[in-house]
């Protein structure tokens, strides 16, 4: 097993509220609406347990199994995972601007896969820009949910 580890960050705005833009990028339920391959999801107060549908990508198969904690400190929204072969965390601070709220988003995603002790020094150049590029397609979909 080799961890595999993929970052994105970006400042953007969108036309809502302070309170609005917190309360959609900060609702669990939202949250595990716009992640993709999700099979399955749970609820337990601010912990979403996350079960991904199998990915196969020829040389990895692999199904994400993982909690994440998600909570506001103020205007920052802190999110950490607690167990599982994905670890998942983050911040997003939220600031009133004109015409909307601004958003600094960053986000770092580990995934533990079964590949071969030789095999994972050629991936980790791959992965980490196809898990940073699933994080950036994840803010398009939560921030064209919010228009």
Wanted: overall charge negative.
């Amino acid at each position: 097993m080799s961890w595999f580890e993929g970052t994105h960050a970006e400042t953007f705005t969108v036309p809502a509220d302070l309170e609005a833009a917190k309360a959609h990028f900060g609702n669990v339920n939202t949250i595990a609406a716009h992640t993709e391959h999700l099979a399955s999801h749970t609820v337990d107060g601010d912990v979403v347990h996350f079960v991904l549908e199998e990915q196969n990508h020829q040389v990895v198969v692999f199904t994400g199994d993982f909690k994440c904690r998600y909570a506001f400190d103020g205007d920052t929204l802190v999110w950490t995972s607690e167990g599982g072969n994905t670890d998942q965390s983050g911040k997003a601070t939220f600031r009133a601007v004109d015409g909307g709220t601004e958003i600094d988003y960053a986000e770092t995603v580990k995934v533990d896969l079964d590949v071969n002790a030789m095999m994972a020094p050629m991936l980790k150049p791959l992965m980490g820009p196809m898990i940073g590029y699933e994080i950036k397609e994840y803010l398009k979909r939560m921030r064209k949910a919010l228009v």
